[in-house]
């Protein structure tokens, strides 16, 4: 009971609940407020339905409480004590300036409701040198070690919650600023930090069309699954490549129109019965899937292990604002913006050897033309998001 707490905290209680237990767990708050004793067992059920520090009174009376059970302590420091850390933490992170864009603060008000994504672990990754992961990424193609990269700047514009951020700090001996339009996420993240004792990672409260200002050069910027958010794009892009060193590398993540095609189906069934992007309707939208009453029913979206938290389900089907992009247009907007193109990452190696197999003249895998007929021909090939490295042309 108490691991099904810690995975409803975690999933945001996603999950349907009944008249009957609506009204179960209430009565049980109560009894919980009011009763001087501690009852683990009808805490952690509680816990399964209602964040146990939605109530100041359990919040008082299990603060500084310690049980035998190492799990039920787990559950405390899960839904009490971490989310007070988070509020602690709102005070050391700056802003840059007041957010104005109006998409932006619609985007930020989303995450703010709903950081994207929780999330507990993550894997440890051997530190080595930049060019080398880089390397790794855009293989077949290869870019010559570069001493300037010895202790890079490192930008992660759009961090989240700070599983982005985190993972960038298996660049050996760098410095990474994040920075995020949404303060809940920070915090998130920044707690996470702390956690795994990392010592050189900086957050900052920041639109990516603000980042001029910072008066500062990256050797290494990282945006993935951000600009997509953006209105325009293009223009947050030109920002990023704008504040790039001459010598430096961007990686990108943007959404498939090919690859997301279920999706948009799914979304005109949402369009047609109304659903908006609040969590009561996240979870009716998110039952009717599963019962197949959508016709046709979208087996496709089971396969996303976005479709498992109330956050990433807002993410994933009611997001506030989207763009997506076929592979000519990401073409377009590099050449516009002097950028060459140096590789797809693509974590399932044998996509790589399908394509060269495909196309043995392009030995690098660096035709754009190319693999937007590889897209073609397998859509499903970016079901995440395209991602890739870039640089500005010499």
């Known amino acids: 009971i108490i691991s099904l707490a810690e995975q409803c905290w975690l999933n945001e209680y996603l999950y349907i609940q009944s008249e009957k237990e609506i009204n179960l767990v209430n009565k049980l708050k109560q009894k919980i407020e009011n009763d001087e004793e501690i009852n683990e067992l009808e805490i952690a059920i509680f816990g399964c339905y209602i964040p146990l520090n939605s109530s100041r009174n359990i919040i008082d009376k299990l603060l500084n409480y310690k049980s035998s059970n190492l799990l039920f302590n787990d559950l405390i420091s899960v839904q009490i004590k971490e989310p007070l850390r988070e509020n602690e933490l709102v005070k050391s992170i700056h802003s840059l300036e007041k957010i104005i864009d109006p998409v932006s603060i619609k985007v930020r008000e989303q995450y703010e409701d709903n950081p994207y994504p929780r999330w507990r672990c993550i894997n440890k990754i051997l530190s080595k040198d930049f060019i080398f992961w880089l390397n790794e990424e855009i293989k077949p193609n290869k870019i010559e070690y570069n001493d300037k990269f010895s202790n890079p700047n490192v930008l992660i514009?759009?961090?989240?919650?700070?599983?982005?951020?985190?993972?960038?700090?298996?660049?050996?001996?760098?410095?990474?600023?994040?920075?995020?339009?949404?303060?809940?996420?920070?915090?998130?993240?920044?707690?996470?930090?702390?956690?795994?004792?990392i010592k050189n990672i900086e957050y900052l409260h920041a639109d990516i069309l603000q980042l001029k200002k910072l008066n500062k050069k990256f050797d290494v910027i990282e945006s993935s699954g951000t600009l997509h958010h953006m209105k325009d794009p293009a223009k947050g892009l030109k920002v990023l490549s704008d504040i790039l060193e001459p010598h430096g590398f961007l990686k990108l993540g943007l959404y498939s129109e090919t690859a997301r095609r279920h999706i948009n189906k799914t979304r005109e069934f949402i369009k047609k019965k109304n659903y908006q992007g609040s969590s009561k309707d996240i979870k009716i939208c998110r039952q009717h899937i599963i019962n197949k009453k959508v016709n046709p029913i979208n087996q496709e979206l089971f396969h996303h292990t976005d479709f498992y938290s109330t956050s990433t389900v807002r993410d994933l089907l009611f997001h506030v604002q989207e763009h997506q992009f076929t592979i000519p247009q990401i073409s377009k907007i590099l050449k516009d913006l002097n950028l060459e193109f140096l590789g797809f990452y693509l974590p399932n190696l044998l996509v790589k050897e399908e394509f060269s197999k495909s196309f043995p003249k392009d030995k690098n895998n660096i035709s754009l033309d190319s693999w937007h007929q590889f897209e073609i021909n397998n859509p499903d090939t970016f079901i995440g998001m395209y991602q890739f490295w870039v640089r500005k042309f010499k």
């Open 157 to 197: 514009a759009g961090c989240g919650t700070g599983s982005h951020s985190v993972v960038a700090n298996r660049y050996k001996n760098s410095n990474t600023l994040a920075v995020d339009l949404s303060l809940t996420s920070l915090t998130y993240a920044k707690r996470k930090t702390e956690e795994l004792n």
